[in-house]
């Protein structure tokens, strides 16, 4: 990185974190303002910090990563997800605000009994716990492979200033810092795409690039065929997808806690909807942007392995000589792979369908020959690092940013990454001590306790779960595929809470004991069928939700009698 990336990698973080920090001095001054902003936040910050909660740096590291070798077809995950905003809009927002909760799972008490809130905020505990340790090792592994740096104190680093200013200014400076991020985050993404077109060779327009993405099946947006053991086609993503969106966005208290901020119902309805309506065409945004680097790469010759700190570490090895040798049919294979590009476009030029066909033909077998060597090339790091990971797919969109983009943008593009990160983490941090404090703290430890008190044990648990964050990061290792890693981390206890809430919201006649015992039997069997079989993993969010309904069913009939718990919310 130069002088200039520095200067913009750091003078935009600084203003970020400033502009939180200054924009909610002295506002966070009571508990409630602390932990849910004072109820003053207009539907733009909503939707922004509510986008912005979701979309950590793991999406713009693993995104563009997984398009380049998977295509489009991820963004299919996201359709379910407009429909779950009218759903949330309509049912969840209203009964929060009725209730005037501060978190997601007094409500469950209100409705059922206390065991039946604590099992709901315990799993949200444990899943977003583990979660927010992967959203700060993610980015922090990468760019310590990448560029060089330290890993332990960019870990550090990071975890550090997400606790300043989440403890500093609370929920409220969580929003309106994440407002900043995300105008940030969606700015890089598109100059990055627009320089990427720009570094085509000048006789690849736009269309064409994409053409070659389609020869290549990268451009498959939508697939109708239906198969359990697909994660990513319409019926998994219209479905599980739905699912797993209604259970984030209505149930987990980092997206809640994001939309209580509002002045009102209609404002946080508004911010929700926002989210529904922009969500697609941003993730559509940052694939598309891993297909142009994909693009990119048939006509200039890629790195045979993206994490070149593995590479490094094959050459010091016994097995240097035989990555080498894969390294030299590497690069006559890309040699072989940008000719046949190019024949490829020149028959389309020409209209020639039969010249079409065959072109095509020929471009997807030297593409298959160059993702063979790759293949080979990692059973070459197999063998040489035994147990090193050697998927590499997170390193691909940050290897680009490093090789190509040009001084300053590579500061950017690296500030987009931190800025994602912290975004997420914040209001992951923010949610579970806000959970921590208001479920289990005031419920069962102290609950005649001042607001004073109650303030500062909220601040002393977000630090207790930033130290947590960054403990877990320190000693993890690199995931299959970080996005995916932290989908299925929730997908296993989604299903779960959110037939905890559907039950409570549709099901009246169903009381505590059935809901419990079914709870606990559907999160066993999640678990137990994700260690046992191939279903897709966003299967788990419909089977863990149609079983705690179906079983609380089936339960009610055989439990004791219990009496209606009342309206209000027990604190």
Request: hydrophobic fraction near 50%.
């Amino acid at each position: 990185m130069t002088l200039l990336d520095w200067l913009v990698l750091i003078g935009t973080t600084a203003f970020i974190v400033g502009w939180g920090l200054w924009r909610t001095r002295g506002e966070s001054n009571t508990t409630e303002e602390y932990l849910r902003g004072g109820h003053d936040l207009r539907w733009p910050t909503i939707g922004l910090s509510v986008m912005a909660t979701q979309a950590s740096a793991i999406t713009f590291l693993s995104v563009p990563g997984q398009a380049y070798e998977d295509g489009m077809r991820f963004v299919q995950f996201y359709f379910g997800l407009p429909i779950a905003m009218v759903i949330i809009s309509a049912v969840f927002v209203p009964i929060y605000y009725r209730l005037n909760v501060l978190t997601a799972y007094e409500y469950l008490e209100s409705r059922f009994d206390l065991k039946t809130r604590l099992l709901g905020a315990l799993l949200f505990l444990i899943q977003r716990g583990l979660a927010s340790g992967i959203t700060i090792y993610a980015p922090s592994i990468i760019l310590s492979a990448i560029f060089g740096w330290p890993l332990e104190p960019t870990i550090v680093l990071m975890g550090g200033l997400v606790i300043l200013y989440t403890v500093t200014g609370g929920s409220k400076a969580v929003s309106q810092t994440q407002k900043q991020q995300m105008v940030v985050m969606l700015g890089g993404m598109v100059v990055a795409a627009l320089v990427i077109v720009w570094r085509l060779p000048e006789h690849v327009s736009f269309g064409q690039a994409v053409d070659v993405a389609g020869a290549l099946g990268r451009m498959n947006v939508v697939s109708f065929d239906f198969d359990f053991q697909d994660r990513y086609n319409f019926w998994s993503g219209i479905t599980g997808g739905l699912f797993l969106s209604l259970s984030y966005f209505g149930t987990d208290q980092s997206q809640v806690g994001r939309y209580l901020t509002g002045r009102s119902i209609t404002e946080s309805r508004l911010g929700l909807l926002f989210n529904g309506v922009l969500k697609i065409p941003m993730q559509f945004l940052i694939l598309f942007v891993g297909i142009l680097v994909f693009v990119f790469y048939q006509f200039t010759a890629p790195p045979l392995l993206f994490n070149n700190t593995l590479r490094a570490r094959v050459q010091a090895t016994a097995h240097a000589d035989e990555l080498a040798a894969v390294e030299t049919r590497w690069a006559q294979a890309q040699a072989d792979k940008r000719a046949e590009a190019d024949r490829y476009l020149a028959a389309r030029e020409s209209g020639d369908s039969a010249a079409v066909a065959s072109a095509r033909e020929r471009l997807q077998a030297t593409s298959r020959t160059a993702e063979g060597l790759r293949k080979e090339a990692k059973a070459v790091v197999s063998r040489a690092l035994p147990g090193a990971e050697t998927k590499d797919s997170d390193y691909i969109f940050i290897s680009f940013v490093k090789d190509w983009m040009p001084s300053g943008l590579v500061g950017l593009l690296i500030c987009v990454i931190l800025a994602a990160a912290m975004s997420s983490i914040a209001s992951e941090l923010n949610a579970l001590g806000a959970t921590t404090t208001v479920d289990f703290y005031r419920r069962l430890i102290r609950r005649e306790a001042s607001d004073r008190h109650m303030l500062i044990a909220s601040k002393l648990l977000t630090v207790f779960w930033g130290l947590v964050a960054v403990a877990f990061a320190s000693f993890a290792s690199l995931l299959d595929n970080l996005i995916q890693a932290v989908n299925i981390l929730g997908s296993i206890f989604y299903g779960t809470v959110l037939g905890l809430f559907l039950v409570a919201f549709f099901l009246k006649h169903v009381r505590s004991h059935a809901v419990f015992l079914a709870a606990v039997l559907s999160q066993g069997t999640v678990i137990a069928l994700y260690a046992t079989t191939k279903i897709g993993y966003l299967w788990y969010n419909v089977i863990g939700c149609a079983l705690v309904v179906v079983l609380s069913l089936l339960l009610q009939p055989f439990m004791p009698r219990e009496q209606q718990a009342g309206p209000s919310v027990q604190t």
